[in-house]
């Protein structure tokens, strides 16, 4: 005889599939906001209220349900909304594009048991009623209960208020789960049974523990949903028609940290840290609408979490798509940005140390030789999107600015990692720091410098979606991919791209790193040293300012009160001499003590103070010389009978004021030297056990065979010379200090001494660009006299051999002096206004072609700009910044009209953020090239001198830019002569 018969669900199996799933509250959370996202939310936010029974809810604007959907969908285990063609409705989208659901196997919703055990669930559709429905999941815990005998007490109503009214109705259905009702007796002789059984065996198992059945009932019973808990929802609020929110309590103690009443330790601080590293990037923020990638998404979805106590709501994490997002990444020093085709074919463009390397898609990384990209319908990866940025960790190596560094440096304690996307939301758990995935830093720990990518300073992601890589498959517990082969061949793929890229460009083994860090670490060092010349001298600067605040008010009473002392001072007899004595030490003390040193070579607004103050310690001077003057005529007059005593009270005097001084100075330093001798001990024992800290590990991977005895006796080796060249840097330039003290060398009067000569050479340095500039001017105007000289002297001798016209003579003579004139003064250019302004390419095509409008129109020379060049701007001085230009194309005319070049013209454009001065005429030789902007080099047969490129260079220098002659085939605009240059601080439209 055969039977059939159906299976039987226990209703622990919604446990099962619900939170044991999940792999932490965190990845719960991610899973709802999820599930409002697929029903067309445009907010999701979470929300913690600091009650002494703590609650959470999740609230979001999505389409929401109505009761019968609530019943038939969220209630019945599997059901996957994407077999449901409803929402191509409209008015469910809410004006939204299409979205690609996902959720898969439509659990998610019991991922909410992670929270916390009790649920209420309140949603409502448009145009619909409220539905609300009450859940506790320990109740499907209970391994002895049937899934069929567990009921969930449902409600709908039509107004908010009606809520309240209905949740003590509600409770007491819940509670009908555990004691069973009159209305179904068989249902509650069930129940009963399934928990006294359930009570028993877990007080078998342990018999302190609380029998379930009253834990849950309690709970129940004591639980507290108030109307302050829905204040934040949207739809509660009125400002929406739609949308679902689940509110928890008895919270998951992943939740309770967040609260700011909870004390931080340890544990509480790595909870926090894990919660935001999860939830802070939960949409995209490396979307750029400009950026031609294959999975770029914004999903117009917005998230936030909060905590609520008495005084307010406070901000644990928001959209932070303002904090961090591309144009920030693409501010760092090493940029790698690209698509990876079907056949994981990179092509995209790299930034290397401050500079981009290859632009557009330029640069090609093509799979790994003995790698086979899967090919079939269920292995193939799919076109997928990489963007990764990351800067030297050392400030020695960078092209970053301090300020840039230190705040790239702040950013990546909260917001690096290399993340996962898939149309937009975030994939976990990668990007975490317990995630390596893509074996970042298990690579790192073999060789550091080569491998070179850090995971705790990389910000950056790939972009997956679910129609282009359908294979790539989540885990049901969200704990990353289906370990399959299109998985494998994804992290294959991103591992060989990093690392060649590294090898490529960043790394200790790539070519351009050797090349480039010693011109790099030589610019730190001298930006450092001028820094902290520059802080040493604003230091000075405030120091002596802050003196001459205090002193210069004494000193003026000082003034006021002597006024009448040299004309009113008496010596009448020896007690009269010893009291003018005492007077004088007594002024000369004080006259000491407001005396001021090192005075800074610029004192701005206190130069007038600094004067009065000087003007009246000259005067101080004078009257108490003249005290010592009357003293002088006294002496002689009185003739003193112990004359001994009197120089012995006076040495006394000044000995006491010394040692007085001495006594203040020594108190001071031996303060000073106190604590710097704790601060260097302290830094001794900090360096000794750097070492062993990081080369520890290198020991326990050899042990564990994880990497090879010469690896890690290279990576040591490595390791010792970066930190004995710290410990160098560090200690021997302060042992220098010491012993340069020692010698009794006033380290500050040198420092101050060097801080006023590099004032002055500054100033000699501006005053040296003024007479380049004037140079460059009159050198053009006297080019341009040579050119047209033949021109005048032709047209003189056709009017004297018309006759003898009269003036004829006298305009000969004028020319020839002009000429000789112009001939004196072309080492010269008049210098400029020195006032910066916002200068445009269109205002400097306008002058050139004002400039140039007549040998231009003689010659037939075309002098044209593209658009990019006329949108370019920048803060210049125009003195500094026209010439420039003028020489520039004064040498295209020159070589174009010499050589007789067909179609001459002249192009000023942008290339790769730089400015392009080209021409079609004869080029420059190569060997020539080298030799282009030194000073009188030149290849002009007549009227040239060879300073206008070496002036041209000068002058961009003195305002921070530079220029050089195009050697590279990209940048070569025409085919003649082409010149780079590049403005700090320019703007390109």
Known sequence: MINSVAFQTRARTVDHLGREQIADCPTAISELWKNAYDAYARNVSLHIFDDQEPVAAIFDDGHGMSYDEFVNRWLVVGTDSKFDKSIADQADRDGLPKRTKQGQKGIGRLSSANLGPLLLVVS?????????????????????????????????????????????????????????????????????????????????????????????????????????????????????????????????????????????????????????????????????????????????????VKTWNGRGAKVVIEDDRQT?????????????????????????????????????????????????????????????????????????????????????????????????????????????????????????????????????????????????????????????????????????????????????????????RKTVLPDIQARNLREKADAERKELAKKNARKFRAQLRNNLPQLSKLIESTSQLPSELSIEDQQGLEDAQVLINDLSEQLSDLRLTAAPTKLGSAEDDYRAYRTMYVEMQERIRSLEETRAEAIEKINPARPDEVAQRQLNSYASRLHGRLKSWRKAIDELQGSERDRVSALFDERNKAFHALALPLVDQVRMGRLGLDDALQHMKVLQIKLDTENEDTFQSYLDALEVMSENINIELIARQGMAENVELRDDLNRLNQVAQLGVTVEILGHELNSNERMIREGIRQIRAAGDVPGTRLVQEGFEALSQQLDFLSPLKVSGSRTR??????????????????????????ISASSDFKAFSIEEQPSRLLPVFVNLVNNSVYWLVNSLTANPEVLLSVQDGKVIVSDNGPGIDPLDQESLFKMFFTRKSSGGRGIGLYLCRVNLMAGGHSIEYASERKHRVLSGANFLIDFRGARFA
């Open 837 to 862: 302004r916002l200068i445009t390419g269109e205002e400097i095509v306008d002058y050139l072609a004002r400039f140039f409008e007549t040998v231009a129109n003689n010659r037939e020379i075309r």
């Open 124 to 304: 409502k559709r448009r145009n619909e009623d409220f539905v609300a429905a009450l859940i506790d999941w320990r109740i499907f815990e209970n391994p002895y209960l049937v899934l069929s005998d567990i009921e969930v007490p449902v409600t709908q109503f039509g107004q908010k208020d009606e809520l309240f009214h209905l949740l003590p109705e509600m409770f007491d259905r819940l509670t009908d789960n555990i004691w069973g009702s009159s209305r179904d007796t068989e249902r509650a002789q069930r129940l009963k049974l399934a928990w006294e059984t359930y009570d028993r065996v877990t007080l078998e198992g342990n018999p302190d523990a609380e029998e379930p059945s009253k834990l849950i009932a309690s709970t129940i019973i004591n639980a507290r949903f108030e109307e302050r808990h829905f204040e934040p929802w949207l739809i509660w609020k009125g400002d929406r028609e739609h949308g679902t929110a689940l509110i928890v309590s008895d919270i998951n103690y992943d939740l309770r940290a967040q609260l700011p009443s909870v004390q931080p330790d340890a544990n509480v601080t790595g909870i926090r840290e894990s919660f935001f590293a999860t939830l802070s990037a939960f949409t995209d923020p490396y979307v750029d609408p400009g950026a031609t990638e294959y999975n770029s998404f914004d999903p117009e979805f917005s998230y936030e």
């Open 324 to 512: 961090i997002n591309r144009s920030i990444t693409e501010e760092m020093e090493h940029v790698l940005s690209g698509n990876i085709d079907a056949d994981g074919v990179f092509r995209g463009q790299i930034k290397a140390f401050g500079e981009w390397r290859k632009l557009g898609a330029d640069y090609e990384i093509r799979p790994p030789a003995d790698f086979k990209m899967p090919s079939g319908p269920t292995t193939f990866v799919g076109p997928f999107s990489l963007h990764v940025a990351t800067f030297e960790i050392s400030r020695s190596n960078s092209t970053l600015s301090d300020a840039e560094h230190s705040y790239f440096l702040d950013l990546g304690q909260s917001y690096s990692g290399f993340l996962v996307f898939r149309n937009g939301l975030r994939v976990l758990p990668y990007g975490r720091i317990d995630n390596d995935f893509f074996q970042i830093e298990t690579r790192r720990s073999i060789n550091a410098g080569r491998e070179f990518w850090n995971a705790r300073r990389m910000f950056g992601r790939v972009a997956i979606s679910r129609e282009r890589n359908p294979n790539l498959r989540d885990k049901a517990g969200r704990e990353g991919f289906i370990d399959n082969r299109s998985a494998k061949a994804l992290r294959t793929l991103v591992q060989h791209i990093l690392r060649r890229a590294a090898y490529d460009f960043f790394g200790s083994s790539s070519d351009l």
